[in-house]
């Protein structure tokens, strides 16, 4: 038995009185580190995984832990149990193999939970070829996408509000923007990158990606060296797919980031390569990016590299590079000597196929080489830290209200809505516009728009300025008097005068 897999044994008792001795000396000054083999082919690679550290000797030790379906199976909505957090916790790094999420309502993303509960609020995804050992179209494509870990529409904050609709909210703020911009803009710096790009669709979320934009310019002016740019997120991901080598550090909201990354890991050659690290202040989490794969699960076919890539990046965050560099460096040669698992096996380059544990096998024999033909890989020890600046001091002011209502008398006319509206609200007040699904409808909406039983109903002030909640209280209880179902209520305000809410069409 290795010395750091002393945390997966059931007891001591079968290991001798100076095998345990030994053991414990050999762990001495490891950093403690908390392994979760989860499911489908998760522990078939994690155990690959775990053979090519103990043979690089790299300095950790093992705290096992059980995550995934079999906790979903116990009633753990999220998937991890409460003693499972604990040892997550103490020891700060976790390297997790893929899980399986059940289908249906009422179970949670465990790794959404995870990078939200420990405040992982960077994800770290490199994407690069190694061609011409493994197929890509993209040969010289070599980039970084730098993924904002815990807002955006990954908050999961949903709500049925009518028979026809849903919704979900888009939750982004100042201080998570300028953490995850400013930790791309550190990467770069440290890693001689030259250009970091954003991606937004600030052209159609004016206020949410908008505010993200806004910082990457603002955080941007404090990196002269770099070279700072920013696109539109859907011709950036055609670029990206299409002309990857344009690109170094890509930053961007979470769902963006999410689809960037696998589209740039896909065309670099094979999702299967690519290892993912999520970072905080005080935790940090690696994983493969790729999914539990249960049709291959139990058959010793798959590639571990992804995961292998994610616990190089492990140790160089816990500053152990020279080791991270030994096994990536070995796992490069690798590639190149033709040992390869079926994902990425092609008769015209691999010399041989092989499955998981002979594809270790081969990296730990490779131990203390360097590649020939591709790039070496050197790294700097230690993590990236950054910390938002204060808050600033901003005047708020409640100058309207949107009221959502449930309606769909008289065929759903808008006009009928509207008059009936006008005859409700209390002296003081004006119905400044209704919309459906975003589109005005009220006053000289079109005929030609389709309608839902959902609308937006805006209200503000004839004179008063700020506006008291005590008006837009009586507001509500009106329209409630008169029979129309209030669902969701929006304050508009604004903030040292600048506007916090989108305007409707023509307003």
Known sequence: MSAVHLSQASGSAAIPAKQQIADSTHLQGRVPVTVAYGDGIGPEI?????????????????DVIEIGEKCYSQGHTSGIAPEAWEVIRRNRVLLKAPITTPQGSGYKSLNVTIRKALNLFANVRPAKAYA?????????????????????????????????????????TRPGCERIVRYAFEYARTYGRRIVTCMTKDNIMKLTDGLFHRVFDEVAAEYPDIVAEHQIIDIGAARLAGQPNQFDVIVTLNLYGDILSDIAAHISGSVGLAGSANI????????????????????????????????????????????AERIKNAWLRTLEDGIHTADIYRPSVSALQVGTHDFAAAVIARLGQEPRHLTPVHYRAGGIHVVPAPAAQTTKELVGVDVFLDWEDAGRNPNVLGATLESAIPEGWSLKMVTNRGVKVYPDGLPETFCTDHWRCRFVPRNERPL??????????????????????????????RRGYSLGQGE
């Open 468 to 497: 008291s909640f005590d008006k837009v209280l009586a507001l509500l209880g009106t329209l409630h008097a008169a029979g129309l179902d209030v669902i969701k209520t929006e304050h508009l305000y604004t903030f040292d005068g």
């Open 280 to 323: 905080g202040s005080e935790a940090a989490m690696f994983e493969a990016v790729h999914g539990s794969a249960p049709d291959i699960a139990g058959r010793g076919i798959a590639n571990p590299s992804g995961l292998l890539v994610a616990a190089t990046q492990m140790l160089v965050h816990i500053g152990a590079a020279g080791t």
């Open 46 to 62: 994690m155990e690959a995984v775990l053979r090519v550290l103990d043979a690089a000797d790299a300095p950790v030790r093992y």
């Open 132 to 172: 011409p050992f493994v197929a890509s179209p993209h040969p010289d494509m070599n980039l970084v996408i730098i993924r904002e870990n815990e807002e955006d529409l990954y908050a999961g904050i949903e709500h049925q509000q009518t028979p026809e609709v849903v919704q979900v909210l888009k939750l982004v």
